[in-house]
């Protein structure tokens, strides 16, 4: 009996012999071995790439504009984005920061582009602006009228402040009227009469 116990114990713990294991039907003394069979099934993935929806924190070239939502490696994103502080990874609650943020953005836009017009309405009630200049000959007159003149005219009569980048002005060297152009806004432009007389 000892005999059979040592047997199955040198057996069974034997790398060579694993995949054995002796017969219950063995008379004593004997060692009888019988297959073991293990089925293993193996089963293999498919590499993937592995992609991560990020947004952008600032321009990187091949990629986007700041602010731009876009799908990268994440080996990419990792190793080079990130420690360089390009971007992150989109998260719902980023998500929605985002559109809050948008949404103010649109209403400050709108905003100002009603201020424009409501700037605009009033440069086209007030019609004209009467420049005096010291006269020459005929309808001639020494200098001539500039868009920061114009500015002058209207922060005096209007108290309004506009910065004379936005004003265009027709070259002014006689007495007459002339039209000007006030860009308010990309989308609001205000035409006002200028009416140049001599002293």
């Known amino acids: 009996m000892a005999a059979y116990s040592a047997a199955a114990l040198s057996w069974s713990s034997s790398s060579l012999l694993g995949n054995y294991k002796l017969s219950k039907n063995a008379p004593l003394g004997t060692a009888k071995l019988v297959e073991r069979t293990s089925n293993f099934t193996i089963e293999c993935q498919k590499k993937t790439k592995k992609i991560r929806k990020i947004i952008l924190k600032e321009d990187v070239q091949d990629l986007g504009k700041k602010g731009q939502l876009t799908s990268v490696r994440a080996g990419y994103y990792r190793n080079f984005l990130l420690p360089m502080g390009m971007a992150q990874i989109v998260t719902p609650q980023l998500l929605k920061e985002m ?13 100002v582009k009603e201020e424009a017009q409501q700037l605009a309405l009033i440069f086209e009630t007030v019609g004209g602006f009467k420049v005096k200049r010291k ?9 001539s009228v500039t868009a920061q003149d114009l500015v002058d005219i209207i922060k005096a009569q209007l ?15 006689e007495t007459g009227a002339y039209t000007a152009e006030l860009k308010l806004h990309p989308e609001v432009t205000a035409r006002v009469q200028v009416i140049v007389s001599a002293n």
């Open 135 to 143: 006269g020459g000959k005929g309808k001639q007159i020494f200098g």
């Open 159 to 173: 108290q309004r402040e506009v910065d004379k980048r936005i004003v265009s002005l027709p070259e002014i060297r």
């Open 99 to 111: 559109k809050i943020e948008e949404e103010r953005i649109e209403a400050e836009k709108k905003r």
